[in-house]
């Protein structure tokens, strides 16, 4: 099956029911992308399908065939994204291992809302979890890249 990832076409011989996730990590080298419950609930696997957050945990490939795929990797590939230079700046990171799914969620909460409120990052955010306690910090990055 064909696959197009960060605007590169890839040709994949998985399973069907494969997730995207250990196609992306295992097949394809793409490592941004993170595995961590394996249920789908926690956030660190989210790519975008099409602009929309996708959690590539519990999501078979065949999902994504004819979809765009982002990954982290193809936000930026110099880290110029303004998500990427708000997280900077605000210093959002601590262990880091949430932040592809959350960058990548907020990215597709500015595209459809580039001014959001508190309560509209909150309830794009509520379902991508930080384990190091992050969120204030996430909330502002977002405010200053919607300012960007």
Known sequence: MELI??????????EPD??????????LGFTGTKYSC??????????????????????????FEGKSIT?????????THALQ???DEVDVTQCGYCQPGQILTASALLKTNPNP?????DEAMKNNLC??????????????????
């Open 38 to 63: 394996g249920v789908g609930l926690c956030g660190s696997c989210v790519v975008l399908a099409d602009g929309e957050p996708v959690r590539s945990c519990v999501t078979e490939v065949t999902f």
């Open 71 to 79: 990954t982290i990797e193809g936000l930026s590939s110099d880290r």
């Open 117 to 121: 409120s508190d309560e509209d990052i």
């Open 131 to 148: 384990r190091c306690g992050t969120y204030r910090r996430i909330k502002e990055a977002i405010h200053i890249a919607a300012g960007y």
């Open 5 to 14: 990832i960060n605007n590169q076409k890839f040709q994949v011989d998985v």
């Open 18 to 27: 494969m997730p995207l996730l250990w196609v992306l990590r295992d097949i």
């Open 85 to 87: 230079r708000a997280w």
